[in-house]
């Protein structure tokens, strides 16, 4: 899941954030904000939040559920967590890579 | 502050607005927001407006229904490839050679047949060509390695049963030795060999069709290749009149040959001949009616855009 490959753009990484954050569960945006808060430490703005999620959607990797709240839960799809996964083992193997070469250096 | 940073919303475009506006000022009422918070929806707006995402229902069910109709003469044309390799089966036998040459209209409807199926093949071939290249160039866009599988398997089923075919040639009727025509062991390696074309028409169809589902194949190359589609379905018609033409001329001019037993195995005539016009124009109609569907999507799906 190179940036390339989905042009995310500047959307790269809150997408990237907002996979990690549904990959617990079904969250609405709100929710999301302070999940990706919490464990990334950084806080998406309303809109580079939307952006992301709307890039995230329009390539099928999200979805929203159904709901009777104005709030709109949204899940990952069978799609985006194969992304996802794949996009986490690319950071794993570079921060393999990177943290090796640190202990060499 | 907050209340700032709702009205921004109202900046952003409309089918974004319809699709997102409820939701996020929902969210926006949930918490306190910033000077960069404001900021961060300006920019939003600006990129919202440059890279829209939002696709309008209506043209997600536009393509849709192009996609389908394009689909569905894939499949009405397999149908008729299936039908047409049975109508050369029954024409190839010596009588029906001879009908042809010596009946001007037999002849003339025989060779609408040949002619209606090359350029059914030919609009097939130009028209799954560029939504075949589209799905692809979208699945290794996507790091996706099941859509490529599925394009190969037509070309692989395919050399999967000429490999067959030639395993019963070359093996199977040399090792069975000398069996009658219409023999218990010759007939069930002729049923063998029918059931391999059907069902490797059937996967072939099949593996087109799931590879140009699971991914998102351009809107433009699905609208060009409706006009091969109608194409190929009016091919079809014309191989369906020759078919139908050649079974009422054969009556015509040689009744006895049509009410004989030279129909696919030892059947009569007129049986096998009913049959194969039966699916070809069940083939037909399939085709013809998707194309309509699908040149009328198009058309108000083309209509759209320019707005």
Same mark, same amino acid.
């Given at each position: 899941?190179?940036? +390339?490959?989905?042009?995310?753009? =500047?959307?790269?990484?809150?997408?990237?954030?907002?996979?990690?954050?549904?990959?617990?569960? +079904?969250?609405?945006?709100?929710?999301?904000?302070?999940?990706?808060?919490?464990?990334?430490?950084?806080?998406?703005?309303?809109?580079?939040?939307?952006?992301?999620?709307? =890039?995230? +959607?329009?390539?099928?990797?999200?979805?929203?559920?159904?709901?009777?709240?104005?709030?709109?839960?949204?899940?990952?799809?069978?799609?985006?967590?194969?992304?996802?996964?794949?996009?986490?083992?690319?950071?794993?193997?570079?921060?393999?890579?990177?943290?090796?070469?640190?202990?060499?250096? | 502050?907050?209340?700032?940073?709702?009205?921004?919303?109202?900046?952003?475009?409309? &089918?974004?607005?319809?699709?997102?506006?409820?939701?996020?000022? /929902?969210?926006?009422?949930?918490?306190?927001?910033?000077?960069?918070?404001?900021?961060?929806?300006?920019?939003?707006?600006?990129? $919202?407006?440059?890279?829209?995402?939002?696709?309008?229902? %209506?043209?997600?069910?536009?393509?849709?229904?192009?996609?389908?109709? *394009?689909?569905?003469?894939?499949?009405?044309?397999?149908?008729?490839?299936?039908?047409?390799?049975?109508?050369?089966?029954?024409?190839?036998?010596?009588?029906? *050679?001879?009908?042809?040459?010596?009946?001007?209209?037999? %002849?003339?409807?025989?060779? &609408?047949?040949? !002619?209606?199926?090359?350029?059914?093949?030919? /609009?097939?071939?130009?028209?799954?060509?560029?939504? #075949?290249?589209?799905?692809?160039?979208?699945?290794?866009?996507?790091?996706?390695?099941?859509?490529?599988?599925?394009?190969?398997?037509?070309?692989?089923?395919?050399?999967?049963? !000429?490999?067959?075919?030639?395993?019963?040639?070359? @093996?199977?009727?040399?090792? @069975?030795? #000398?069996?009658?025509?219409?023999?218990?062991?010759?007939? &069930?390696?002729?049923?063998?060999?029918?059931?391999?074309?059907?069902?490797? $028409?059937?996967? #072939?169809?099949?593996?087109?069709?799931? &590879?140009?589902?699971?991914?998102?194949?351009?809107?433009? /190359?699905?609208?060009?290749?409706?006009?091969?589609? /109608?194409?190929?379905?009016?091919?079809?018609? @014309?191989?369906?009149?020759?078919?139908?033409?050649?079974?009422?001329?054969?009556?015509?001019?040689?009744?006895?040959?049509?009410?004989?037993?030279?129909?696919?195995?030892?059947?009569?005539?007129?049986?096998?001949?009913?049959?194969?016009?039966?699916?070809?124009?069940?083939?037909?109609?399939?085709?013809?009616?998707?194309?309509?569907?699908?040149?009328?999507?198009?058309?108000?799906?083309?209509?759209?855009?320019?707005?």
């Amino acid at each position: 899941m190179g940036d +390339e490959d989905l042009g995310l753009g =500047r959307f790269s990484d809150p997408a990237l954030f907002v996979l990690v954050s549904l990959a617990g569960g +079904e969250k609405h945006g709100y929710a999301m904000m302070e999940d990706i808060e919490e464990t990334c430490g950084a806080r998406p703005g309303p809109g580079t939040l939307y952006g992301a999620i709307a =890039r995230l +959607e329009r390539r099928g990797l999200v979805e929203p559920v159904a709901s009777e709240e104005r709030r709109r839960p949204y899940r990952l799809t069978a799609a985006g967590a194969s992304a996802l996964r794949r996009r986490l083992r690319e950071l794993q193997g570079l921060a393999h890579v990177g943290l090796g070469r640190l202990a060499t250096a | 502050m907050s209340r700032l940073v709702g009205r921004l919303v109202r900046l952003y475009p409309r &089918a974004w607005r319809g699709r997102y506006e409820e939701e996020f000022l /929902a969210m926006l009422e949930q918490g306190r927001w910033s000077i960069r918070d404001l900021f961060d929806v300006a920019l939003g707006v600006v990129d $919202a407006w440059l890279r829209p995402q939002v696709v309008y229902e %209506g043209r997600l069910v536009m393509v849709s229904r192009i996609r389908g109709s *394009v689909l569905a003469v894939l499949w009405a044309w397999a149908g008729m490839v299936v039908a047409g390799v049975g109508f050369r089966k029954l024409t190839e036998y010596d009588d029906f *050679v001879r009908a042809a040459r010596d009946n001007m209209l037999v %002849g003339v409807a025989f060779d &609408a047949v040949i !002619v209606g199926a090359v350029v059914a093949l030919a /609009a097939v071939t130009v028209g799954g060509a560029p939504v #075949s290249f589209a799905a692809l160039r979208k699945a290794f866009a996507e790091g996706r390695k099941d859509v490529p599988l599925l394009l190969c398997m037509p070309p692989l089923i395919g050399a999967g049963f !000429v490999g067959y075919v030639l395993v019963l040639v070359k @093996v199977i009727y040399p090792a @069975v030795g #000398s069996v009658s025509v219409h023999g218990t062991v010759n007939v &069930a390696l002729f049923l063998s060999l029918v059931g391999a074309f059907v069902l490797a $028409a059937l996967a #072939s169809a099949w593996a087109v069709t799931a &590879a140009v589902r699971r991914v998102e194949v351009e809107a433009r /190359a699905l609208r060009f290749a409706l006009y091969p589609a /109608a194409i190929a379905a009016a091919a079809m018609a @014309v191989v369906l009149v020759g078919t139908t033409v050649w079974g009422l001329g054969l009556l015509a001019q040689a009744p006895a040959l049509f009410s004989g037993d030279g129909g696919i195995l030892a059947t009569p005539t007129y049986a096998t001949w009913l049959v194969i016009v039966v699916v070809m124009a069940v083939s037909t109609v399939v085709a013809v009616v998707a194309s309509i569907r699908g040149l009328r999507a198009g058309n108000v799906g083309h209509a759209s855009s320019r707005l």
